[in-house]
């Protein structure tokens, strides 16, 4: 074995430059060197671990001299462990300034890309063809999500994509590497690593679809986010997370890269004003929730939205779409994906048709997508700040209806077990259910309210711990009657039932028409038709939507009309979603989107008096506010604008500051 002068890469044995070398390859992930006398190394920025004995015609074979190894001792075997990692003499050999070498894989991985505004096109079955992959390009998409077949479908279309300058999200993995549940482990995840991990289309393997949202992938899904964790690959994976995972926290468990969150509010009942509004509602409702998941989780927030039609679910109009898309932005969605391109067999189109045609949503995503990527350097930059329909700005949020007295509350306990009990202030309900979904716990209240004054109702509660149980998943199901004596009108509304304080928001004002076609699990609203605005009765259900024992404790402090006031904005007419940003250098921002799908509608926005004009960023077209502003919408259409502030509440450091900008940009 060499002494201190065979080692060209110096002396690693002296204390100082050892703890350097030792900190280096442990802040890397790389593996340490050992060799006789100098027990650490680190070569060419990648470290390597031998054991002592090293058989020396293996070493001479492959170099060892470069690794300070240019002699042998004879009757020293070669380690398996060092077998298990020549990786990392390839990688020195062979590796390029935008790839890095990772413990376990043989072939050199490409970096992590740079930051971007994702726009993705699920395409649904196969392998595209090249004439397809052109298709998805024009859509001036920058990531397709794919699968393939074999391993040799998968390499190809990775090869393809990077023809047309799109990215892939891998999926189908599981076909090809996790035949079994002990198959989730970390030698599968570097092995799928090895084998695509040096392709520059690549940007995520896609791990599982809605794991959250079924009970018998759900455990894989966090031993498989734990194990890549352990083995710092979690940013390589990507799965697609339903409402289910963001109510129960099961995101803040596996902790993902991103939470990129499906949601298809367009049933096929929903084809009247008010059930569409209906079904807006609890979407912003949906959109809501996952972004303050991804907010706590300091993780971007991306959503897959529809743009198919299937067994339950109608085709979106290029109106809807274009809703679908920015209403989330308005929640601080920062990546936008459709769901899907293609047609399949009996489940309805995509963007194209049975005969592979474009239908009218594709052109629609065009334009689209054409906003999203001149908007996109800012749109990734923006600090989400709140949201909420104009309907609840500044409104005053009235009674608290909890406080009405006791007379006008109706109890009705299916189960023995459960309890409920009031006092001037709150709502407090011991729910306990056995393992079925027919489980059920009313209470009602009997008072008129208008349904016009009431556009929203805001349910302030908080889940408490109970001592009995660990498993809180819940749910309301909300019915009212109307003055007209017709009942039975109800809506499914999936809340957020993990420990913690909650707010739910229901839409009364559009309760009040169309017909059941379908019962849709979460987000469904099933009513009748009304005449009336009048609302008699408020009923809530609370019931168990899993078989599995339920212990629950809830305080519901308010039951009152919804009231939310957004930072800068005084007022915003008709049916606007709203939502209010800034960015790192503290500019202010506003996301406005006509809910009405319909209609070309037109807003008058107020906004607080140290905002002279708003800029459409799109357009660059400059709107005067005065005490007021009037813009105009195409139905379904969202905006950006920046806030500008007038010169007279400015600093007088701020406007020396523009006197100097202006005057180099001049210059």
């Not at 390859?25 to 990648?46: E, I, W």
């Not at 306990?432 to 349910?459: A, H, M, V």
């Not at 007419?573 to 506003?590: L, M, R």
């Amino acid at each position: 074995m060499p002494g201190e002068e065979d080692n060209p890469f110096g002396d690693f044995c002296e204390d100082d430059l050892k703890t350097i070398v030792e900190g280096y390859c442990d802040a890397q992930g790389y593996m340490r060197t050992a060799t006789d006398l100098c027990l650490q190394g680190c070569v060419d920025g990648a470290c390597l671990k031998l054991e002592r004995e090293v058989d020396c015609d293996y070493a001479i074979e492959n170099d060892f001299s470069k690794f300070g190894h240019s002699e042998c001792e004879d009757n020293n075997v070669i380690s398996d462990y060092w077998k298990d990692n020549m990786f990392a003499r390839d990688c020195v050999e062979k590796c390029s300034s935008t790839e890095v070498c990772i413990k376990g894989v043989t072939n050199c991985v490409r970096e992590e890309k740079e930051k971007f505004f994702p726009i993705g096109i699920y395409y649904a079955v196969d392998s595209p063809s090249s004439e397809e992959f052109r298709s998805i390009a024009d859509l001036d998409a920058n990531i397709i999500v794919v699968g393939g077949n074999t391993i040799e479908d998968k390499k190809e279309l990775l090869q393809t994509a990077e023809n047309y300058g799109l990215n892939v999200i891998l999926t189908n993995l599981a076909s090809n590497y996790f035949a079994y549940a002990d198959d989730y482990s970390e030698n599968t995840f570097l092995t799928i690593l090895n084998d695509f991990g040096s392709f520059p289309s690549l940007f995520r393997f896609y791990l599982m679809d809605e794991p959250d949202a079924n009970p018998d992938i759900k455990p894989f899904a966090s031993a498989s986010y734990r194990i890549l964790e352990d083995i710092n690959q979690k940013h390589f994976w990507i799965s697609t997370f339903t409402y289910e995972g963001v109510k129960t926290r099961f995101i803040d468990e596996v902790k993902p890269n991103e939470l990129l969150m499906d949601s298809y509010p367009l049933a096929d009942w929903a084809n009247d004003y008010d059930s569409l509004q209906i079904q807006l509602s609890n979407y912003a409702s949906i959109v809501e929730a996952a972004k303050k998941t991804a907010v706590r989780n300091d993780i971007p927030f991306w959503i897959a939205v529809q743009s198919f039609s299937d067994s339950g679910w109608r085709e979106p109009t290029p109106n809807e779409l274009r809703e679908l898309v920015w209403l989330p932005l308005t929640y601080g969605a920062q990546g936008i994906f459709y769901f899907r391109y293609n047609y399949i067999g009996g489940q309805g189109n995509g963007l194209i048709d049975i005969n592979d045609n474009p239908t009218s949503l594709y052109y629609e995503v065009q334009k689209i997508n054409a906003q999203l990527n001149a908007l996109s350097p800012i749109l990734l930059n923006l600090k989400w700040i709140g949201s909420a329909n104009s309907k609840m700005i500044g409104v005053d949020s009235g009674e608290n209806l909890v406080n009405e007295p006791a007379d006008k509350w109706t109890f009705d306990d299916w189960e023995e077990e459960s309890s409920i009990s009031k006092n001037k202030n709150e709502l407090l309900i011991d729910l306990k259910r056995k393992n079925t979904r027919d489980e059920w716990f009313n209470f009602e209240l009997e008072k008129n309210i208008n349904s016009t004054e009431y556009p929203y109702l805001q349910i302030d509660y908080e889940v408490l711990p109970d001592k009995n149980s660990d498993y809180t998943d819940f749910s309301f199901d909300f019915e009212i009657e109307r003055e007209s004596g017709v009942s039975k009108p109800h809506g499914y509304f999936a809340i957020d039932s993990s420990l913690g304080q909650h707010t739910k928001i229901i839409n009364l004002e559009n309760f009040k028409g169309g017909s059941l076609k379908r019962d849709v699990p979460i987000g469904d609203s099933r009513y009748g038709a009304f005449d009336s605005d009048i609302i008699t009765k408020l009923k809530f259900y609370m019931f168990n939507p899993l078989d599995k024992e339920l212990n629950a404790k809830i305080k519901i402090t308010s039951i009152k009309k919804a009231s939310i006031n957004l930072p800068n904005v005084r007022n915003i007419s008709g049916n606007f979603e709203a939502g209010t940003f800034e960015d790192k250098e503290n500019k202010n921002y506003i996301i406005l989107v006509n809910r009405d799908t319909e209609n070309f509608q037109t807003t008058k926005i107020e906004m607080d008096s140290d905002y002279e004009k708003l800029i459409d960023v799109y357009s660059k077209k400059e709107i005067s506010l005065g005490n007021s502003a009037f813009i105009s919408f195409e139905a379904g259409e969202g905006k950006l604008f920046e806030l500008k502030k007038s010169d007279k509440s400015k600093s007088f450091f701020a406007k020396i500051a523009d006197k100097i900008s202006g005057f180099f940009r001049r210059g």
